[in-house]
């Protein structure tokens, strides 16, 4: 990285998620909601090259710490990744994501006729995970499954 990206790059304290599979960086800014007019500091890189996984995108989040629903949001988009906390410009925890065992209100069936995506029905979507690589999850209403890549 050139000393003028690393400039712009460091966060005095939030959140940084690393190991984002190459080209994912805005579908885990979209599954935490974050559009840039929350007022967050948001450095978004992409494509930038990595020893693991030849290419990946990294998002940094400045003033802003992920509680666990958060945390399984960027599992759900980015099984890979890993998620620091900092603080004073430190690295103070450092987590690899896991695929959740159960997910409610995360995931949306994709099945067109299932009660919860029925407009009239107040049902929650969930879901339980079934399979490991690629992690696969069962709707628990009816028995859709999704696979996650």
Known sequence: ?????SRFARIRSGTVIDHIPAGRALEVLRA???????GYRTIVLMNVESRK????????????????REV????????SATISTVEDFEVRRKVRVSAPD?????LKCPNPTCITNKEREPVRSRFRRVGGRPVEYQCAYCGTMVRLE
Not at 32 to 38: H, N, V, Y
Not at 54 to 68: A, H, M, N, P
Not at 102 to 106: A, D, I, Q, S, T
């Open 32 to 38: 935490l909601g974050i559009s840039g007019r929350e």
């Open 53 to 68: 996984l030849g290419r990946k995108d990294v998002v940094k989040i400045e003033g802003k710490l992920l509680d666990s």
């Open 102 to 106: 159960e997910v409610e209100g995360l």
């Open 1 to 5: 990285m050139s000393s003028e990206v």
């Open 72 to 79: 399984a949001l960027v599992a759900l988009a980015a099984l």
